[in-house]
């Protein structure tokens, strides 16, 4: 009666938890002097990058998915393997690049915590909570697990965003993510019970089967393929809980707000790790669960996209505060994640999936590289404005340089090649799977993007400003941990520029076993 | 009125009664009794103490904190029942008898931080 459980198949998740147990307890018994601070962060640190080596190794082991917190077989359906945790390669490809990023948020918020007036322990336990979420949910095959690992995700993003104590900004910002992502959860878990009620099962490989119509659904006969009203309300309630989370558009109005009042790393957190865990969760249960239902779900996908990448760029154009921007591009960005997911037709749209994670991946990369450099920038003045960027590449090259090339690649021109090849994969499934309005209106919006991309990066190379009635700020405390951050970001997409194929052979292959 | 919404006629007309009852009441009682108010009687009733302060009193915020290690317990006794009914049952065994205190630990890393923070003193 007892599950085996495979605690190599578990070993990432599992180091990050007992990694974050490590942390509060070194916290709570370690003598509060600044030299603990940097033991915390190392500690973090090597948890991450230990998680990071059992995910190496389950990669290197071979292409077999290996699953456990399977149902016995003496009590499970034999049509359909019921497992809960399984590791195959859109696991592996995501747990991946959570974890590159995770490691570059951790360096940042070594940057961040080095002022004091945070406590330290307290965030790199929430830290390490939301690592914990964001890699269990690419391998969570369950809707119950899907449901926990993304509240893993987000409940202590909210700590996080307010552990700046009294700042009304970032008080702010994290009251409307609370109720913003409570409100989101609830919508979802009120489709997800929808969906249970119709397929009797939680399991996603089950689901699959029942939309499909290849098992009968205990609960309501589908007509001819076709769901009841009741189905068609679960899948959208479905569908709007993750949008909140990937900052949709009608669900994105809380995205400049929240990014400006949190701390840098905690944006940059929200932008990459949190978003990949919400498209995570969205393309397991389209494709795993909801793929034979592809016809009612494929058009709100479609103008969900075209909605959002639109918005976003708008949006986009007229801000003058660094992080707001970054934040309305990450909501532009979004869209053209979302866009080759309305082509995926049937249980044949691995490689549109595929496209979606390369640009996943290589949006990863550069949007970290910005928010690295915005860190350092954030650290020397006061408001963050695109102003206060004029002439960095003359004050400081390398982050000037390496800003500059992650807005190119953001924008997808010429030297920044990885952004171009991203969007390149999403153009050539787009106009390939037949959506050629969407392809239409995603290469509107790339055009719109590049005026602001273009705008800021103008700055940097323009002439330094003059010496006004404040010179240069004089704190200039950088710390030695924000450099390596912007030079992992920027080689990853460098990386990418020159050998694009690495990102597709990876998210190509990755079909679900 | 059968199908699924029927059902639900039972309970509009439940409703229904429950609303005629207290209105009523409310209202036999308003047309019998002479009204001849005082400002004692129109003070709020409460328990025949003179009411103190207003409506919107603050209750201390630093209760939240016990709040906290209350739902820490109440979620162990929410795993523990069921399992305290299967663990010695044929089938399972040491396993899973380890497996809940290893959940207990976890749990008690919580108590132990407070412990830490000086929560746990009444100061």
Redesign the interface.
């Known amino acids: ?2 599950q085996q459980i495979d605690y190599f198949v578990i070993a990432p998740p599992l180091v990050l938890a007992l990694a974050a ?1 490590l942390v ?2 070194l916290d ?2 370690l003598p509060a002097r600044p030299r603990t601070r940097g033991v915390l962060g190392l500690v973090t640190l090597a948890g991450v990058l230990v998680s990071l080596g059992f995910v190496v190794a389950q990669a290197a082991g071979g292409g077999t998915p290996r699953s456990t917190f399977c149902v016995p077989p003496s009590l499970a359906d034999p049509a359909t393997v019921q497992c809960s945790f399984v590791a195959d390669r859109f696991t592996l490809v995501f747990a991946g690049m959570v974890l590159v990023a995770a490691v570059v948020v951790v360096l940042l918020s070594m940057a961040e915590l080095a002022g004091g007036g945070i406590p330290v322990g307290e965030w790199y336990f929430l830290l390490l909570c939301t690592f914990v979420g964001a890699v269990t949910l690419p391998a969570s095959r369950d809707l119950i697990m899907l449901v926990v690992a993304l509240e893993l995700v987000s409940l202590p993003v909210f700590a996080l965003t307010a552990l700046k104590r009294y700042d009304g900004r970032s008080s702010e910002a994290a009251v409307k993510l609370f109720v913003v992502s409570v409100v989101s959860t609830a919508v979802m878990l009120f489709g997800v019970s929808l969906l249970y009620g119709i397929a009797g099962t939680v399991f996603l490989s089950r689901l699959g089967a029942v939309f499909s119509g290849q098992v009968q659904a205990p609960g309501v006969a589908l007509v001819q393929g076709e769901l009841p009203a009741v189905g068609t309300v679960g899948v959208v309630l479905v569908v709007a809980g993750f949008a909140f989370k990937i900052a949709a558009v009608p669900f994105h109005s809380w995205a400049a707000d929240v990014y400006q009042g949190a701390p840098v790393p905690v944006a940059a957190l929200l932008s990459v790790i949190s978003k990949a865990a919400g498209f995570a969760g969205l393309i397991l249960v389209l494709v795993a669960a909801l793929s034979g239902q592809a016809a009612t779900w494929v058009p709100i996908i479609a103008v969900l996209a075209a909605l959002t990448m639109t918005a976003g760029n708008l949006l986009a154009l007229r801000q003058r505060s660094a992080v707001r921007l970054l934040a309305w591009s990450s909501v532009a960005q979004s869209g053209y994640i979302l866009a080759p997911l309305a082509v995926t037709v049937t249980a044949d749209g691995a490689t549109a999936i595929g496209a979606s994670m390369a640009y996943l991946v290589i949006y990863a990369a550069m949007n970290l590289g910005a928010f690295a450099v915005v860190m350092l920038v954030s650290k020397t003045t006061t408001r963050n404005e695109l102003d206060d960027y004029r002439g960095l590449v003359f004050r400081r090259p390398a982050a000037g340089l390496a800003l500059a090339f992650c807005l190119i690649c953001l924008a997808g021109l010429p030297p920044g090649l990885a952004g171009l090849f991203a969007k390149v994969f999403v153009f050539r499934e787009l106009v390939e799977g037949g959506s050629g309005w969407l392809a239409l209106v995603m290469a509107v919006n790339t055009v719109i993007g590049l005026y602001y991309y273009a705008v800021w990066t103008a700055r940097l190379f323009a002439s330094a400003p003059e010496p006004g009635p404040v010179p240069e700020p004089a704190p200039r405390r950088t710390s030695p941990a924000t450099l390596p951050a912007i030079g992992i970001a920027v080689a990853v997409a460098v990386l990418f520029s020159v050998a694009p194929q690495l990102v597709l052979d990876v998210t190509a292959l990755s079909a679900f076993g | 009125m059968d199908g699924y919404f029927g059902s639900y006629v039972l309970v509009a007309a439940l409703l229904a009664i429950g609303v005629a009852i207290v209105a009523g009441a409310l209202l036999a009682n308003r047309l019998l009794r002479p009204s001849r108010p005082t400002p004692d009687k129109l003070t709020t009733y409460e328990c025949g103490v003179d009411p103190v302060g207003d409506g919107w009193a603050q209750s201390q915020v630093r209760y939240y904190v016990f709040t906290y290690l209350y739902v820490v317990f109440a979620v162990d006794a929410v795993f523990l029942f069921p399992w305290a009914t299967v663990f010695d049952a044929p ?3 040491l ?2 008898l380890v497996e809940m205190f290893v959940f207990l630990g ?1 749990i008690a ?1 919580g108590i ?2 407070a412990w ?2 000086r929560v746990l003193t009444w100061t």
């Open positions: 009666m007892i147990g509060l307890l709570a018994f | 089938g399972y065994g396993t899973t976890f890393l132990v931080y830490r923070k």
